[in-house]
């Protein structure tokens, strides 16, 4: 099946939600609460697609030692929290995790 | 405070956009090439990926929509995936809309396709540096434009640089990892307060919990419990 209806939906969309107030503004008060709520998208969404992606493997929760993307990610973190780099968060990332992924592979 | 700068004209300031926005593209470049090869690696076909980078045009939403259909998620979640992950761009919409007001429907609309968060960026600190002095030029939607339009074309081209190269990278480098790593970089500066560190910390939890439920419905979920948690605790802390 092509996928170019979806994504277009999708686009669609997303080119409304950047229209939304620049079209509205001056004609329609915004809710107060829509406001507010708003601003947490970013970290909601964020660490809603960050978490699983460090914790979960193979289908199941993995907290432990040999669980090589979430150490790599926690290096990134760190990174991150200290820089405010993303290219730099990235680069240490990955490296973390190609170091630990040779480490196991010995 | 210094005296505003002079009246410009709109060649100029279309140019002056352009080059605010090039700093920007170093890290943008690499996230569009790493988007077309992680989009030809779910299996999209490389007309389908290259359309994408101007259907959707927003990174995180290409990444995550790319994963989604990677691992065989309905259309419907894809579509509602990416309506809520680029859901910020409303703040964005509400935050230019004063500056752009006078202008006419199509320019509202050009300038609302080019509002990502990188020439947000560089458009907001253009309008904030000149204050209330909108006498500085009547043409500042120009700079607006040049910077969009600068994200958009070396959006477009990594992407197909991206494309280009996918085929030959194997999928031991693991590039896929890049994904959460971006958005570990990301979610940091997000983290303004406490309420906004609760959210995140309830939108994580709820998704690792909810990972297992059909459809990968888990993400919208997370991101509804994230946003009532903080504002909760906005509530309670005020």
Known sequence: MSWIPVLALGGLLTFATR???????????????LRRALRYVPPAVLSAIILPELVVRQGAVDLSFHNQRL???????????????????????????????????? | MSAPPLPSTRRREFLAG????????????????????????????????????????????QFIATQLIGAGAPAAVVVATIFVVNLRHALYSASVAPYVRHLGTAWKGLLAYLLTDEAYAVAI????RDGDHSEVSPHRHWYFLGAGVTLWASWQASTAVGILLGAQVPRSWSLDFTLPLTFIALVFPALKDRAAAASALAAGATAVLAFGLPYKLGLMVAAAAGIAVGLAVERASS
Do not use: K
Not at chain 1, 19 to 33: C, K, M, Q, Y
């Open chain 2, 125 to 128: 600190h253009r309008y904030l």
């Open chain 1, 71 to 106: 150490l790599a990610g926690l290096a990134a973190a760190a990174v991150a929290l200290r820089t405010r780099n993303v290219l730099l968060t990235i680069a240490v990332g990955m490296a973390a995790l190609w170091i630990l992924q040779a480490l196991a592979a010995r």
């Open chain 2, 18 to 61: 352009c080059r605010d926005e090039a700093p920007i593209l170093l890290g943008v470049a690499p996230f569009g090439m790493i988007y077309g090869l992680l989009a030809l690696g779910a299996g999209l076909p490389a007309l389908t990926a290259q359309a994408m980078s101007s259907i959707v045009f927003a990174g995180s939403a």
């Open chain 1, 19 to 33: 229209l939304s107030f620049i079209a509205l503004l001056g004609r329609v008060e915004t809710p107060d609460l």
